[in-house]
């Protein structure tokens, strides 16, 4: 049975199923899948893994996403929209979890790196098997303040994987006279979304080892739009996400994103979206 309550943004599902196909239709959200218990064929998007016991793959919502069961299966779904976390960010009166929410939005867009294996570390492995067991045994018997145990599992869950993404990102320079792939440059623009210095041309150049001139052209011949046009609606989307999902104040918004003031994060939202933040806040809380 699923772990589902009205103040509680995240989902806990734990299925068994025999040798056979599992693939769930209009996922909507983001999901975490661990592995207790079988083996067989993980396919995302075209690709295939192979899984056996205690391993955890983590899709977003745009992923197809199917399971091939070649033994009896039982694994564990955690499931959460970006809104849920930026919830959980907000019900959070340390300031470490301002860092942490950076590091999950780096998670969810990080789309080159959810399929496979999420894990270097092999401690930092153990230890998040060890917290997907603490989070079962606690949606299982409920004992007193178990969502709270399972929503601080969770934060050091992300922490970890976010931790190991960036691992990955840093065991791989770029070499000399090499092509960096897009989906690497992208990761880069947004690892470091919150802080404007990195994210000058030159900067970026220095860092792919590549010209100021060629970068601009070779980004938008492989991803159809400029580098400074992908910023611009990658702040927008997060800060859509905070519009709808947090009570933070529009000037807030625009200094943790970098703008000027509250009217700058305006004119640049009007222009690319048509309406204020303050409009779209209103509009879209009233239709959901």
Not at 258 to 280: M, Q, V
């Amino acid at each position: 049975m699923p772990t589902k309550d009205p103040g509680q943004p995240i989902e806990i599902l734990l299925q068994e199923k025999e040798t056979s196909l599992y693939a769930p239709r209009n996922r909507h959200f983001f999901e975490l899948i661990y592995i207790q218990e079988g083996k067989g064929i993980q396919w995302v998007n075209g690709n295939t893994y192979k899984y056996n016991k205690g391993k955890i793959f983590f899709l977003i919502p745009e992923d197809k996403h199917k399971l091939y069961m070649e033994t009896r299966t039982r694994f564990v779904s955690i499931r959460f929209s970006e809104g849920s976390l930026l919830q959980l960010k907000n019900e959070a009166e340390q300031i470490e979890y301002c860092d942490w929410m950076k590091k999950t939005e780096y998670i969810f867009h990080n789309y080159h790196a959810k399929a496979g294996c999420l894990f270097r570390d092999k401690n930092d492995e153990v230890f998040a098997l060890a917290l997907m067991e603490g989070m079962i045994r606690e949606q299982q018997q409920q004992g007193t303040g178990y969502l709270l145990i399972i929503r601080q599992s969770v934060t050091i869950l992300f922490n970890l994987i976010a931790r190991n993404l960036l691992m990955a990102e840093a065991a791989d320079p770029v070499q000399k006279n090499s092509k960096p792939s897009v989906m690497k440059i992208i990761s880069y623009l947004q690892q470091y979304i919150h802080q404007p210095a990195l994210l000058k041309m030159p900067v970026i150049a220095q860092t792919f080892n590549i010209s100021v001139n060629y970068l601009g052209e070779y980004f938008s011949k492989n991803y159809g739009k400029s580098i400074q046009e992908y910023l611009i609606d990658y702040k927008l989307k997060l800060i859509e996400t905070r519009l709808l999902h947090s009570d933070m104040r529009i000037n807030e918004i625009a200094a943790e994103m970098s703008f000027t003031d509250e009217s700058h994060l305006s004119r640049i939202f009007k222009r690319y979206r048509g309406i204020t933040p303050g409009a779209y806040r209103k509009q879209h809380r009233q239709v959901v």
